[in-house]
Nanobody, 115 residues
């Protein structure tokens, strides 16, 4: 099965930047959707950004113009470049991989935006 490992989380001041990475290993298929979700206590998990195997991207309205999702197929890795970070971006960020009826999740990485 596919395993996902996130990295790049941390603490940053408002207006700062972070770059999240998600490396996939195991059985990789050619048609899929990968994305970043985030979750805070008391809230359900929210889709932040996604990218398909045809490079179609999707973003939640609150991050448009600030976040960019990309991928490196040779390394089986997706990235989330987060600029102009706001306190409301604070959450645990999870990498997700979907194909057919299968779904895989990473363990999550903490992003904290605070003064």
């Amino acid at each position: 099965q596919v395993q996902l490992e996130e990295s790049g989380g941390g603490t940053v001041q408002p207006g700062g930047s972070l770059r999240l990475s998600c490396a996939a290993s195991g059985t990789i298929v050619s048609t899929y959707v990968m994305g970043w979700y985030r979750q805070t206590p008391g809230k359900q998990r929210e889709l932040v950004a996604s990218i398909t195997s045809r490079d179609i991207t999707n973003y939640t309205d609150s991050v448009k113009g600030r976040f960019t999702i990309s991928r490196d197929n040779a390394k089986h890795t997706i990235y989330l470049q987060m600029n102009s970070l706001k306190p409301e971006d604070t959450a645990v960020y999870f990498c997700n991989f979907k194909w057919s009826l299968m779904e895989h999740w990473g363990q999550g990485t903490q992003v904290t935006v605070a003064s």
